[in-house]
T-cell receptor, first 113, second 115 residues
Framework: DAGVTQSPTHLIKTRGQHVTLRCSPI?????VSWYQQVLGQGPQFIFQ???????GRGNFPDRFSARQFPNYSSELNVNALLLGDSALYLC????????????FGPGTRLLVL | QKEVEQNSGPLSVPEGAIASLNCTYS??????FFWYRQYSGKSPELIMS????GDKEDGRFTAQLNKASQYVSLLIRDSQPSDSATYLC???????????????FGTGTSLTVIP
């Protein structure tokens, strides 16, 4: 079985641009969470989605948005990029929202210049 | 805001020694605790989970939980150079909270095992 996949692996953008990151969970998993990990810090929770609905949101500005598709894959969108958005963006896959164990994808490393 | 605190290190131990990693958390109601290992440039991978007070052993790894002291630790016995990584402590914020099933992470402790 394939694990969690994320694309792209690396991305370079300039300030003010928009970015879309993609994630496919483990087959059979229905919930996806997104995290931002700035260099030297632990991952910070951004969103959780289940059955196409937002189930939770962390302390991030409205420039961050996400959605989940019928096949349970997910997109994270960030508008009006700032230098501080440079980070590793991680997608975590859970079978159901309340599952204790989450599995991370390889991440997308975003650099904003 | 729920806090998870870790000593950022770096922690250096010789090969074959015991590495001890510590973590404290602020939310007394937390029930689930996790240790992740993260190699440089890679995503976190789950090492252990612990839910009850006491020790839980898995191979060379032992997790210890003391809810009264709001403290969780990870011991790595017979440390190997391949254990050199950043170790992240994570606390589950509550599966049924209105903010989603979010995990709160510490900043991580960098471990170097010296051959």
């Amino acid at each position: 079985d394939a694990g969690v996949t994320q694309s792209p692996t690396h991305l370079i953008k300039t300030r003010g641009q928009h970015v879309t990151l993609r994630c496919s969970p483990i087959s059979g998993h229905k919930s996806v969470s997104w995290y931002q990990q700035v260099l030297g810090q632990g991952p910070q929770f951004i969103f959780q989605y289940y059955e196409k609905e937002e189930r939770g949101r962390g302390n991030f500005p409205d420039r961050f948005s996400a959605r989940q598709f019928p096949n349970y894959s997910s997109e994270l969108n960030v508008n009006a990029l700032l230098l501080g958005d440079s980070a590793l963006y991680l997608c975590a896959s859970l079978a159901v929202p309340a599952q204790e164990t989450q599995y991370f994808g390889p991440g997308t490393r975003l650099l904003v210049l | 805001q729920k806090e998870v605190e870790q000593n950022s290190g770096p922690l250096s131990v010789p090969e074959g020694a015991i590495a001890s990693l510590n973590c404290t958390y602020s939310d007394r109601g937390s029930q689930s605790f996790f240790w992740y290992r993260q190699y440089s440039g890679k995503s976190p991978e789950l090492i252990m989970s612990i839910y009850s007070n006491g020790d839980k052993e898995d191979g060379r790894f032992t997790a210890q939980l003391n809810k009264a002291s709001q403290y969780v630790s990870l011991l790595i016995r017979d440390s190997q150079p391949s254990d050199s990584a950043t170790y992240l402590c994570a606390v589950n914020g509550g599966a049924f909270s209105n903010t989603g099933n979010q995990f709160y992470f510490g900043t991580g402790t960098s471990l170097t095992v010296i051959p």
